[in-house]
T-cell receptor, first 116, second 111 residues
Framework: EAQVTQNPRYLITVTGKKLTVTCSQN?????MSWYRQDPGLGLRQIYY???????DKGDVPEGYKVSRKEKRNFPLILESPSPNQTSLYFC???????????????FGDGTRLSIL | KQEVTQIPAALSVPEGENLVLNCSFT??????LQWFRQDPGKGLTSLLL?????REQTSGRLNASLDKSSGRSTLYIAASQPGDSATYLC??????????FGSGTQLTVLP
């Protein structure tokens, strides 16, 4: 089954303790991205990656890191989490190109992070 | 930078009604537009994707249209059901593969 898998789904942790949220897709998609969703602010892009070893900042990259060493994986790293990073996070992927245009975005089920 | 607006923010209708959700965008050079539904605390489920070269897409009771010249997209839901209750998001993609999300329309279909 084609899917985007995020882990963990839920995490409660403390300020300053490094954490990684993994994202994996099994569709051989080139494009992957991370978003955070906050009440009243909607979904905002954190980082995105056009392909392996190519990453770029989105709208709200401060406090986050990403890497794209393999096509299928795009982990989100919080080196020193702070309470303002408490949010619902989504990973997404899409095919770079297909006949007729780019394919649809596929989203993971989300990761709810609480930073105390 | 692309801006995407959805009106109304919330909508409540009785079961069986046909309804239209609206999405407007500022940059007519949109690459494609995708409609999603999101259930509370859940991820985004793709409903329909319209490429810039297309005018509409249909899937079951759903029909989405795209009018680049006016900067509008609509999602038509026929014969609404309580199971359609969710937040509906439209998302525009530009040529640089950047996504811009609308703020969503929260739909409640009353039995």
């Amino acid at each position: 089954e084609a899917q985007v898998t995020q882990n963990p789904r839920y995490l409660i942790t403390v300020t300053g303790k490094k954490l990684t949220v993994t994202c994996s897709q099994n569709m051989n998609h080139e494009y992957m991205s991370w978003y955070r969703q906050d009440p009243g602010l909607g979904l905002r892009q954190i980082y995105y990656s056009m392909n392996v070893e190519v990453t770029d900042k989105g709208d709200v990259p401060e406090g986050y890191k990403v890497s794209r060493k393999e096509k299928r994986n795009f982990p989100l790293i919080l080196e020193s989490p702070s309470p303002n990073q408490t949010s619902l996070y989504f990973c997404a992927s899409s095919l770079g190109s297909s006949p007729g245009g780019e394919g649809p975005q596929h989203f993971g089920d989300g990761t709810r992070l609480s930073i105390l | 930078k692309q801006e995407v607006t959805q009106i109304p923010a919330a909508l409540s209708v009785p079961e069986g009604e046909n309804l239209v959700l609206n999405c407007s965008f500022t940059d007519s050079a949109i690459y494609n537009l995708q409609w999603f539904r999101q259930d509370p605390g859940k991820g985004l489920t793709s409903l329909l994707l319209i490429q810039s070269s297309q005018r509409e897409q249909t899937s079951g009771r759903l029909n989405a249209s795209l009018d680049k010249s006016s900067g509008r997209s609509t999602l038509y839901i026929a014969a609404s059901q309580p199971g359609d209750s969710a937040t509906y998001l439209c998302v525009g993609r530009d040529s640089a593969r950047q996504l811009t999300f609308g703020s969503g329309t929260q739909l409640t279909v009353l039995p």
